[in-house]
């Protein structure tokens, strides 16, 4: 039975607390390459945040009203693919559709949100946490936001410190890497505030 958290908490831990990528490291490929330009990062990010709140509800009725009912639970990996899939594949055609130029500047790695681990991440976690219909849409949306919020962070950091005197041992991915373990332990600060798992 699922724990009685209300939704709102799930949603704000996600985001800060247990924030998909900055404490559990999933999604990390996407983040760290489309991180340089805040116009893709930001449309990454919404695209992230609306894939993550749709698969993750889809996969949580697919679970409930499919897989388990008919004891085929053991495939929830191939079926939650196929969710996330075509989610996304939709979603590719939307953002062609709607901002060619978008589509263009996220390149490769729209298409490779299908593969990113966070999405399948959350489609396992809210089965293994045994969350309600209401507190899945909170998670997946909390953590979508999360990985937004996070996403933006590092690339407005990075175009700061473009500007500035990094050693050139650290330059490139050095300093972001070094950027982005600062941002997990501030966001790992805010554990002790709300902790849902």
Same mark, same amino acid.
């Given at each position: 039975m699922a724990p009685e958290i209300h939704p709102f908490v799930i949603l704000f831990a996600s985001v800060f607390t247990g924030n998909i990528l900055l404490t559990n490291? #999933? %999604?990390?490929?996407?983040?760290?390459?489309?991180? $340089?330009?805040?116009k893709s990062a930001n449309g990454l990010g919404l695209a992230v945040t609306v894939v993550l709140?749709?698969?993750s509800a889809a996969n949580w009725v697919v679970l409930e009203y499919v897989l388990?009912? +008919?004891?085929?639970?053991? +495939?929830? +990996?191939?079926?939650?693919?196929?969710?996330i899939a075509a989610t996304v594949q939709m979603l590719e055609m939307i953002i062609d559709r709607v901002s060619?130029? #978008? +589509?263009?500047? #996220?390149g490769i790695f729209l298409p490779l949100i299908t593969v990113n681990c966070a999405i399948l991440g959350v489609?396992?976690?809210?089965?293994?946490?045994e969350y309600n219909f209401w507190q899945t849409i909170a998670f997946g949306f909390g953590s979508g936001l999360g990985w937004w919020l996070a996403i933006m962070a590092l690339a407005a950091i990075q175009k $700061?410190?473009?500007r500035a005197p990094v050693p050139s041992g650290l330059q490139g991915p050095g300093i972001t890497l070094i950027t982005i373990?600062?941002? =997990? #332990? =501030?966001?790992? %600060?805010f554990s002790g505030m709300l902790n849902v798992q």
């Open positions: 490291f #999933l %999604g990390m490929c996407s983040f760290i390459s489309i991180s $340089k330009d805040m709140t749709i698969t388990i009912p +008919y004891n085929l639970v053991v +495939y929830r +990996y191939i079926v939650f693919i196929v969710v060619p130029a #978008l +589509y263009m500047s #996220l489609a396992l976690f809210m089965q293994i946490r $700061k410190v473009s373990g600062f941002m =997990a #332990l =501030a966001f790992v %600060g």
